[in-house]
């Protein structure tokens, strides 16, 4: 005979998460949308964290062709670090929706100005210093080591933390991002993980290259 659960199957009780990022990710982006609509439906708060693939990735050669997405997200990174350091959550949200409609919908090429451009139509012109200030670094690199303490090791970009005791995750990978029913039923999975014990890894091979879904 099989024994009644012990823990309730519905989601916890969350209401607000940590979503650590790079903005230089599609497939970052393509989950950060997804979470957008599925916490807003749910009442749920995002608060925006660095996960910097320049840190992850330090000490590593980096080809040619990518030297500028590393060079733009380390000026990114350090705007978002002075906004957080000011309280500006919201205009973190801001910064990283303009970029991600230039960058992952328009495809425009992700480079140092287009940093100084975002901050300045997403409201955090008073911040734009800090793109050049290598004094934030040393929070971007705290931000992420925080993010793989919390999902690690041998993860990436993006995690999502919420609970408490805080509990990290790394993904979901989504291509293109859910939406409506089935983007609500995925958080509530997701969600739902942090009560399973001994819960490390669900995985499925990609079929597709990143989809960015709908342009904000």
């Known amino acids: 005979m099989s024994q009644s659960p ?43 964290r660095s996960l910097s693939l320049s840190v992850l990735n330090a000490g590593r050669d980096i080809p040619e062709e990518y030297r500028s997405l590393v060079a733009s997200g380390v000026g990114a990174h350090r705007l978002f670090a002075a906004l957080r350091d000011a309280g500006r959550n919201d205009l973190v949200a801001e910064a990283y929706t303009e970029w991600g409609r230039r960058v992952h919908h328009d495809a425009e090429p992700p480079r140092i100005e287009l940093v100084r451009a975002v901050a300045l139509v997403s409201g955090a012109g008073d911040w734009l210093d800090a793109i050049d200030d290598p004094s934030w670094d040393a929070a971007v690199e705290a931000s992420t080591h925080e993010a793989v303490g919390l999902a690690g090791p041998d993860v990436g970009s993006p995690v999502i933390a919420f609970g408490e005791p805080r509990f990290g995750i790394f993904g979901p990978i989504v291509s293109p991002p859910p939406i409506g029913d089935d983007g609500l039923r995925l958080l509530d999975l997701v969600l739902t993980s942090e009560t399973i014990p001994g819960f490390f890894e669900l995985r499925r091979g990609r079929t597709t290259g990143p989809l960015p879904g709908a342009r904000p």
């Open 6 to 48: 012990s823990q309730d199957p519905s989601p916890p009780t969350i209401v607000s998460v940590e979503f650590f990022f790079d903005p230089g990710c599609p497939w970052t982006w393509a989950t950060s949308r997804w979470l957008v609509e599925a916490a807003a439906a749910r009442q749920i708060t995002i608060e925006w």
